[in-house]
């Protein structure tokens, strides 16, 4: 009972003591001195991006200092001397003309060349633009409306989504062909696994030619439409080396090649689910087709130039929109016309003889041709 007591007494003692109190005038001078040394880092950095600010402004200063004196200098003019000494004294040197000065001359030369590019060659070319009413596509016409840049881009842009999805179906094709072959091939004579396997090796091989072809079409077409210097050598490049022809190629062998390879594919399926796969993929491909006919009809018959706006080709414009192409056939046939206005005069010839070569750390050397 006496530790008990004890206890009890230190106890309550120590619940009776009073909580110590924190030192807030302590508290407060270290946060004092906490802001002063924030305040002391700040006016550091502002006096850092002032000193900076004053030295950019002399910069400028100096720059609009200079320039001012070397305008001064280009707006002076020579003295002129006196008549009396004209004969004892020796000619001043006419002043440099400015570069300024040759900013015409660049910009007549670069249209110049312009001219020359849309407008040399276009007399071989004219008889077959000309008659555009007998040419078996849209091209030329498409050609003379919306000039070569643009027509020539949608070109490259066909073929080459044509030679990037028959890429696709070609590496597929080559995995397929391979490896083994997905089809049984049993011990004994069996008309049908016989039959399956021939469609199935013939129709990817025709996939894997007709892809080939494809994408060896559309690079002979791309490659010869980069090489074509001038406008002349585009129409051309229609008119006598069937430009639209080749691209027709090209799609075609691009759709034979997948005709081939869904029919491989479909005896593949016929060997593993039987002969209810064959009117199950006929299906899906009458669905197929008649969905994109009734699309591409729709599109083409409204928009193109050979399916709604020329009727010897299937077309049906309206009454009031007749294919008439008279207005790009009269700027055509002006482009033809300064065919004969463009640097192949003598004159032009003698100027063009004779380039000046400026080699880097020598002198200026003339070159003829």
């Not at 009972?1 to 407060?28: H, I, K, Y």
């Not at 900013?103 to 001219?115: F, H, R, S, V």
């Not at 490049?237 to 479909?266: N, P």
Request: one cysteine or more; aromatic letters at 8%.
């Amino acid at each position: 009972l006496g530790s008990f007591g004890l206890d009890t007494e230190e106890t309550l003692l120590a619940v009776a003591m009073p909580v110590p109190q924190p030192d807030l005038a302590g508290v407060l001078l270290e946060m004092r001195r906490h802001v002063e040394s924030q305040r002391d880092f700040l006016e550091k950095q502002l006096e850092l991006q002032r000193n900076h600010l004053q030295e950019q402004l002399s910069r400028i200063d100096q720059q609009l200092a200079l320039a001012s004196s070397a305008t001064t200098v280009l707006n002076e003019r020579p003295e002129v001397p006196d008549s009396r000494q004209l004969h004892s004294e020796i000619p001043k040197a006419t002043p440099a003309a400015p570069e300024t000065a040759k900013l015409p001359d660049m910009i007549d030369t670069k249209a110049e060349l312009e001219g020359w590019v849309r407008t040399n060659g276009l007399h071989t070319v004219d008889a077959w633009v000309s008659n555009y009413r007998n040419h078996p596509a849209g091209w030329s016409g498409l050609l003379m409306i919306h000039g070569i840049p643009e027509v020539s881009q949608r070109l490259r842009l066909k073929v080459q989504n044509y030679c990037v999805f028959a890429a696709l179906f070609l590496g597929g094709s080559l995995k397929v062909l391979s490896g083994k072959p997905p089809v049984s091939d049993p011990d004994y004579f069996d008309l049908e696994c016989e039959i399956r396997k021939r469609v199935y090796a013939y129709c990817f091989a025709i996939s894997i030619a007709a892809h080939v072809l494809c994408i060896l079409l559309g690079m002979s077409f791309h490659n010869a439409l980069s090489e074509s210097a001038r406008d002349s050598d585009v129409f051309r490049m229609f008119a006598r080396g069937k430009g639209f022809r080749a691209t027709v190629w090209c799609e075609s062998a691009f759709f034979v090649g997948v005709i081939a390879c869904c029919v491989g594919l479909v005896a593949i399926l016929q060997e593993h689910i039987g002969w209810e796969m064959l009117p199950a993929a006929l299906l899906l491909a009458a669905i197929v087709l008649r969905i994109y006919w009734i699309t591409y009809t729709l599109l083409f018959s409204n928009g193109s130039i050979c399916k709604y706006w020329r009727p010897e080709l299937g077309g049906n414009p309206d009454a009031t929109d007749p294919y008439d192409l008279t207005v790009p056939v009269a700027n055509f046939k002006a482009r033809v016309r300064n065919d004969g206005a463009n640097p192949r005069s003598e004159g032009n010839d003698k100027r063009a003889s004779a380039v000046n070569i400026q080699m880097p750390g020598n002198d200026e050397a003339t070159v003829s041709f």
